[in-house]
């Protein structure tokens, strides 16, 4: 059986324009262009910067928490505790490429 974080980089690393990159602290990184779209930690934990509306929409939800370490901030945390949470972490994956995608990045334009 893949892992989690085999699973969310063959989907996720396969859109157009997306690639999978070392994250600073551990884990793969996933970039649109130059954007961050977010993270995952092994294949227990996504963080993804959104919007503080998208962020507080995802937390009430159920969908996130408030990221792990700085709860202050945009991002939120998805922990991966079952198979059944990979699905969710590729579907706001998902949102963030659509997002991104409809913005113009500066070596597009």
Do not use: C
């Amino acid at each position: 059986m893949k892992t989690a974080s085999a699973l969310i980089r063959e989907s996720v690393g396969s859109w157009p324009g997306v690639s999978a990159v070392p994250h600073r602290f551990g884990g793969t990184e996933y970039m649109y262009g130059k954007k961050e779209m977010g993270h995952v930690h092994g294949d227990r934990l996504a963080d993804l910067p959104v919007p503080r509306r998208l962020h507080d929409e995802l937390i009430a939800a159920g969908r996130a928490q408030p990221h792990h370490i700085l709860p202050e901030t945009g991002w939120i945390s998805v922990w991966i505790e079952s198979p059944d949470d990979i699905a969710g972490v590729i579907e706001l994956f998902r949102m963030q490429y659509d997002r991104y995608a409809k913005t113009p990045t500066p070596s597009s334009v």
